[in-house]
C-alpha cells in the first residue's frame, strides 16, 4: 500500500536552533501534502498545505517566517522550523492524499517529535 | 470557517461493551472520513462516507453520515482490546484538505 516516511522520527534541539523535517510520499506523487502538528493528547491542527513547484498555503495564526515549507518534488516536502523554541516542541505530522474519483485517502507519515531544549 | 465537533472526548469500556463515538459540523460537509490512531502512532484511514444517509460496516464498526450531511457516527460493537486508540473523524473542504474532530479517546478494560 501507499507509505509515507518521515525524518527524523525524534528530534532534540537547543532554542535558537532550526531543524528540518522531511515527508516523502514513497510510492505515488503528491502534488500536494498536509503538515499538521498535535499536542499530547489533542486533535490534529493542521498547519499547512504544501503545493509542489508553488508557495505553501498557511492555515490562519501559523507565522509562514518561521515554519518554512518547501515542497521541491512530486515526492518530498519539507518543513523547517526556524529559530525553534521550547513552546514549538511538539509531534508534527505530514499527509499525502492519493486517490480519484473522489476519494482522497490520506496517508500520513509516522510523525517527528520535536523537543526544544 | 468549519467546525467539527466531536463527542465525548474520552469513553472506557469494558471488553466486549459497544462504542459510539458521534462527529458534528458546523456546516454542511461534502464528505467525511474517519481515522484511528493507535497510542503512539499515526492516524490510518478508516472509512469515507459521501451520501447522505449513508451507513457503512466493516467487520464489528459501523459508520454512519446524517440525512443532512452534518454529521456522522462511528459505532463498534462488541469491542476487543485492539480497538485502543483515539477515532478521529475529519471533514473534507475543497478537493483534499481535512478539517479534523477533536478526537474520542478510547480505552478497554480487558
Known amino acids: 500500500g501507499a507509505v509515507v516516511s518521515q525524518h527524523p522520527s525524534r528530534v532534540i534541539c537547543k532554542s535558537g536552533t532550526s531543524v528540518k523535517i522531511e515527508c516523502r510520499s514513497l510510492?505515488?506523487?503528491?502534488?500536494?501534502m498536509f503538515w499538521y502538528r498535535q499536542f499530547p493528547k489533542q486533535s490534529l491542527m493542521l498547519m499547512a498545505t504544501s503545493n509542489e513547484g508553488s508557495k505553501a498555503t498557511y492555515e490562519q495564526g501559523v507565522e509562514k517566517d518561521k515554519f518554512l515549507i518547501n515542497h521541491a518534488s512530486l515526492t518530498l516536502s519539507t518543513l523547517t522550523v526556524t529559530s525553534a523554541h521550547p513552546e514549538d516542541s511538539s509531534f508534527y505530522i505530514c499527509?499525502?492524499?492519493?486517490?480519484?474519483?473522489?476519494?482522497?485517502?490520506?496517508?500520513f507519515g509516522p510523525g517527528t517529535r520535536l523537543t526544544v531544549t | 470557517g468549519q467546525q467539527v465537533m466531536q463527542i465525548p472526548q474520552y469513553q472506557h469500556v469494558q471488553e466486549g461493551e459497544d462504542f459510539t463515538t458521534y462527529c458534528n459540523s458546523s456546516t454542511t460537509l461534502s464528505n467525511i472520513q474517519w481515522y484511528k490512531q493507535r497510542p503512539g502512532g499515526h492516524p490510518v484511514f478508516l472509512i469515507q462516507?459521501?451520501?447522505?444517509?449513508e451507513v457503512k460496516k466493516q467487520k464489528r464498526l459501523t459508520f454512519q453520515f446524517g440525512e443532512a450531511k452534518k454529521n456522522s457516527s462511528l459505532h463498534i460493537t462488541a469491542t476487543q482490546t485492539t480497538d485502543v486508540g483515539t477515532y478521529f473523524c475529519a471533514g473534507v473542504q475543497g478537493a483534499q484538505k481535512l478539517v479534523f474532530g477533536q478526537g474520542t479517546r478510547l480505552t478497554i478494560n480487558p
Open positions: 510510492d505515488f506523487q503528491a502534488t500536494t
Open positions: 499527509s499525502a492524499p492519493r486517490g480519484g474519483a473522489g476519494l482522497y485517502e490520506q496517508y
Open positions: 462516507l459521501v451520501k447522505s444517509g
